[in-house]
């Protein structure tokens, strides 16, 4: 708790506030700067001191805008650039990032970067995405969970968050144990290399920080580069961070102390192994009895990798423990829902553009596993890409029917899938030309249903009636009755309950490959094809080909709705029908 003193100091500048109004002075931001580093750096009163200090981070900021109409990292940038050398603002910043770098990971990063130029910084032309990690990170040491679990594709900087994360982690508690693994020694060595780059170069102020919260103790109190082993502050049997990998030696050369981590990454090595059950599962064991084995009671976990299938050791916990409050599993995706990339940095970055392309060169398979993070199964796949049928050429002139099957959702995970089918007359091909594909109540998904219904002259719709579907159908009437639509029949069916829906899936997956034609993937498309995949189109496409019969499948909104035509066009079950006629 803060001193009398201290609760004094701060309660007279809050008042002083409260009669002065925010008056934002170099004076004030030096006497809040003094106040936020006595309570964080001597008084090591956290809760005060945060509080403290997050307003001092805050009051910069704003005087940076109004002073000098730059943001406090564009101003710094400017100094980099230019040579300035009289903004002290600057420096009072960083000094209250320094006071704060032993209780929040990210002020931690931040100094440890400052010496460096913007364009060699790792973190904050990446912060966009990855402060969504650096929260999981401040939590996971808070104690709020105590396994965490990362996916995201390579080279977008999930190591290296890790790696920084270890070593504030050895920053705060330097004779803790904790080990880094990897799928082998010479990952195991790249680890130990890097963290030695932050502990021991003029590049990164780990050495200012460390003498800063531990006077007088030695930084380096041992290192071997054969063992991959570092050793702070005070000697143990066992280092502060030990680096192995999972074929290395671990029974009696690593420990993982209560207050310790354990950090795995990448335990698979390549895509042949990902294509090895037997690897896999022996990977698993290992990982199992020779790493966590080596953690003590107390002791947290941190799993990262790129998921390659469901037999990826961190799907299956993920698998295992998903619902556990002790467990957080955190997936960001090359794309995001609206097709752009999630990694798009101002340096070294990935465009949406590279991973469009990516997707349209590599197996859909693989592009969801090592880029979207949906591990998949190869075995069972009931609509395997080169297992469906494709249009070929234009769709022909003349009578063509046009009909849509809607299985509404209602917001939360689920879709709202409707595929648009049009039957050519004169050869009888049943051609699924557009899909309503979305998720959102149905403020969002009923005006896109009727949209397709005007832009194809959809004359049949058929609404799913279970769970809620009839005051599904009454909003699409309502919305058509407003727009004057009046040639499209709704018929409402509801689908069996006694027959599991996967069973239904498997049961019409057959017939589906055998009589309905989709859309070629746009890269396969020609130039001035009437009609083009949508983005919602390829989504459901995407979820339609990853549909498995073996294991748990995500999302089925898709492949449910495409198979419902086999029973509604092949009559396999009579539909109950309420014939409204034409609106």
């Not at 020779?290 to 037999?311: F, H, I, Q, S, Y």
């Not at 070629?520 to 130039?527: D, F, L, V």
Request: hydrophobic share 35%; glycine share 6%.
């Amino acid at each position: 708790m803060a001193s009398l003193e201290l609760q004094k100091a701060i309660s007279n500048w809050e008042n002083k506030q409260k009669e002065y109004g925010f008056v934002v002075d170099e004076d004030y931001i030096d006497t809040y700067c003094l106040i936020a580093n006595t309570a964080l750096s001597f008084e090591k009163d956290a809760e005060t001191g945060l509080r403290v200090s997050a307003k001092v981070k805050k009051t910069i900021e704003k005087f940076c805008i109004d002073t000098f109409g730059k943001t406090i990292w564009e101003l710094e940038r400017q100094k980099q650039y230019n040579g300035w050398d009289n903004i002290g603002i600057i420096d009072r910043y960083y000094d209250v990032l320094k006071a704060e770098s032993y209780y929040l990971f990210e002020s931690f990063i931040f100094y440890m970067e400052k010496n460096r130029s913007y364009e060699k910084r790792f973190y904050q032309p990446r912060r966009k995405t990855l402060k969504l990690v650096v929260n999981d990170l401040q939590e996971l040491d808070e104690g709020k969970f105590k396994f965490y679990g990362l996916s995201m594709p390579s080279r977008v900087g999930k190591s290296t968050i890790c790696i920084f994360f270890l070593a504030w982690v050895a920053l705060k508690r330097p004779n803790s144990h904790n080990a880094m693994g990897g799928h082998s020694g010479i990952l195991a060595k790249g680890f130990y290399k890097e963290l030695m780059n932050l502990f021991s170069t003029e590049e990164y102020t780990f050495s200012e920080l460390f003498s800063y919260w531990h006077p007088g103790k030695t930084i380096i109190r041992d290192k071997s580069a054969d063992e991959f082993t570092i050793t702070l502050d005070n000697p143990d049997r066992f280092a502060t961070v030990t680096c192995r990998g999972i074929d290395g030696t671990w029974t009696g050369a690593v420990d993982v102390s209560k207050d310790g981590y354990l950090y795995v990454d990448d335990l698979v090595r390549d895509r042949e192994h990902s294509l090895s059950p037997m690897r896999m599962e022996n990977t698993f064991q290992e990982y199992l009895n020779k790493m966590v084995d080596r953690k003590n009671d107390g002791a947290k976990e941190l799993m990262v990798g790129t998921l390659w299938n469901v037999l990826d050791p961190l799907n299956r916990i993920r698998e295992a423990y998903e619902s556990n409050p002790d467990y957080r599993f955190r997936k960001i995706p090359a794309l995001d829902e609206n097709d752009e990339s999630n990694f798009d940095y101002e340096i070294n970055g990935f465009s949406t553009e590279y991973y469009r392309e990516m997707r349209e060169k590599l197996d859909n398979a693989e592009w969801m596993a090592k880029f979207q993070q949906q591990p998949f199964i190869r075995e069972g796949l009931l609509f395997p890409e080169d297992e469906m049928q494709y249009l070929t050429r234009e769709i022909m002139d003349g009578a063509n029917t046009v009909m849509a099957v809607c299985d509404p959702a209602f917001g939360g995970a689920d879709h709202t899938s409707m595929p648009v089918c049009m039957t050519e007359e004169a050869t009888g091909k049943r051609i699924i030309i557009d899909w309503v594909y979305k998720k959102g109540t149905q403020s969002v998904t009923v005006p896109k249903v009727v949209d397709k219904i005007e832009k194809h002259y959809i004359t049949e719709l058929h609404i799913e009636q279970n769970a809620g579907g009839k005051l599904y159908t009454d909003s699409v009437k309502t919305e058509m009755k407003q727009r004057g639509i009046n040639y499209c029949r709704i018929i409402p069916y509801y689908a069996p309950t006694k027959i599991p829906k996967e069973e239904r899936i498997k049961a019409n997956s057959d017939w589906v490959k055998s009589n309905l034609v989709f859309l070629p993937n746009n890269k396969y498309a020609e130039a001035d094809a009437t009609y083009k995949r949508s983005d919602e189109y390829q989504n459901a496409m995407t979820e339609v080909h990853m549909h498995t019969a073996e294991g748990k499948n995500k999302n089925d909104d898709a492949a449910d709705s495409i198979t419902k035509f086999g029973d509604i066009i092949e009559n396999k079950r009579k539909p109950t029908r309420i014939m409204h006629g034409f609106l």
